[in-house]
């Protein structure tokens, strides 16, 4: 039962840090002024109106005993209650209106009738409290006459209701409002942390990220740079030392061809010609593997544009590249053009066609390979990501190479927040499915 109530209060509860905060301030204010608007209305609003129209009533069922007791006097009993008590008295023949003038909702117009109704009996009273902007207007049945009264509004009624709502509503609308600024200020340095974060997650070099906010904050803030430079600092220097080990191994290699060339028994010369060539592009996936761990700007892309820039260079007829519209997307444009350029040349490699085709939802840019090769066995699909996996049964035995290709593609598109997925092609090759935000 509980389980079940946690998950709903889990839906019906936004998600965000702040508008959280905001209904932990706001709703025990809302709350209690709301318990405040309750009792101050029904103990003290409506039993002080109550009274003040009870005494109300109470005068006008006087001033018509004292009529009816005394018609003589009417001059003198008329100007007596215009000057001491406001009171606009008029005595008329008419009946009593059919139309009436109440207001179904006011607590004014309720209190009213309720006395006017047990003083006067049901039918013999009508008043109107909208036709005067300061008077309420009241009509009584006596006799075969009409008593006709016009009274101020604040002897019915000790305060007007919009003023009464103004004065419980306000106070709770400046506080939310206060709430709303300093929660605001309280929560941006987690929003920037937080994008800090992501952009690191995605491989961009944070260098103008700075702590501020709640000393908590700050802290974790603080922290989160530190970290941010152990990871570039141990990265960089991984990728240095890997640069710098493939760039030395490759003077011994030059050497040694050169004196492969001087031997005489060419046969043996030929084959340690060709495990040096291995050598030397193995050699070639370790840089390129380094240099897709250096750092890069993150800058604005034309994906179509990127991909034109690709197909020039490869200059392949068999490379067929389609796309509907231009595609603008934030990434590191060395790392990107790596990895297409990787998936490329497997394709042309291992198959005689390559089409490239460049697509787009609501958020994300899907670009489709897809070869007519032999393809990867479905269950090896994970595999070939890992570093220095090499799939020989299925592409050639012939092709050199350490494993690298599609690890180093993978990390540089989940750098980039994306996803990579291989599947089979429409031309039963490999296709290579790659979706990036933009």
């Known amino acids: 039962m509980f389980s079940g109530l946690n998950k709903i209060i889990k839906i019906i509860l936004p998600k965000r840090l702040f508008y959280r905060a905001l209904i932990i301030v706001a709703a025990p204010t809302i709350i209690l002024q709301f318990i405040i608007t309750i009792v101050f209305f029904d103990s003290i609003w409506i039993k002080a109106n109550k009274n003040t129209t009870r005494a109300l009533v109470a005068q006008l069922k006087t001033i018509e005993e004292v009529y009816q007791n005394d018609k003589k006097n009417l001059d003198f009993f008329t100007d007596s209650y215009k000057n001491n008590f406001n009171f606009e008295i008029g005595i008329s023949k008419d009946e009593i209106p059919e139309t009436t003038g109440e207001r179904k909702f006011s607590p004014m117009d309720r209190s009213l009738r309720r006395e006017l109704k047990s003083t006067f009996g049901n039918k013999n009273y009508w008043f109107s409290t909208s036709k005067f902007k300061n008077a309420v207007e009241i009509k009584i049945k006596s006799e075969d006459e009409l008593i006709e009264f016009l009274v ?3 002897m019915v009624s000790t305060s007007s209701v919009r003023l009464f709502v103004l004065w ?14 300093f929660l605001k200020n309280q929560t941006k340095p987690l929003v920037r942390l937080a994008k800090a974060a992501e952009r690191f997650g995605k491989g961009d070099y944070v260098n103008d990220f700075r702590p501020s906010g709640a000393q908590e904050i700050r ?5 989160f740079d530190r970290m941010a430079k152990r990871i570039n600092r141990h990265l960089n220097q991984r990728s240095e030392m890997l640069s710098g080990i493939s760039h030395d191994l490759r003077t011994p290699l030059t050497r040694l061809k050169l004196q492969l060339a001087m031997i005489n028994q060419k046969e043996l010369s030929k084959k340690m010609s060709q495990d040096i060539d291995e050598m030397e592009e193995m050699l070639n996936d370790y840089l390129q593997f380094a240099k897709t761990q250096a750092q890069e700007t993150t800058v604005e892309i ?7 820039d690709i197909k020039s260079i490869l200059e392949n007829k068999n490379l067929e590249i389609l796309f509907t519209k231009d595609i603008q997307l ?6 990107l053009r790596r990895s297409f350029e990787n998936v490329i040349q497997n394709g042309l490699i291992y198959g005689n066609k390559v089409l490239v085709t460049i697509q787009s939802s609501s958020n994300r840019a899907i670009i489709l390979f897809e ?8 269950d090896q699909h994970r595999n070939v990501f890992k570093p220095f996996f090499r799939l020989d049964k299925s592409r050639s035995l012939n092709q050199s190479g ?4 599609l690890a180093i593609v993978e990390d540089a598109i989940k750098s980039h927040g994306g996803n990579i997925q291989l599947g089979k092609s429409k031309f039963d090759g490999l296709q290579v499915k790659i979706s990036l935000p933009f």
Request: net charge negative.
């Open 152 to 154: 101020p509004k604040e």
């Open 168 to 181: 419980t509503t306000l106070p709770s609308i400046v506080l939310i409002i206060i709430a709303l600024i």
């Open 219 to 223: 802290k974790a803030a603080y922290e």
């Open 302 to 308: 034309n994906l179509t544009k990127l991909f034109e």
């Open 330 to 335: 934030k990434g590191r444009p060395m790392a």
């Open 371 to 378: 070869d007519d090769g032999p393809g990867i066995p479905e």
């Open 402 to 405: 350490v494993g690298l290709g």
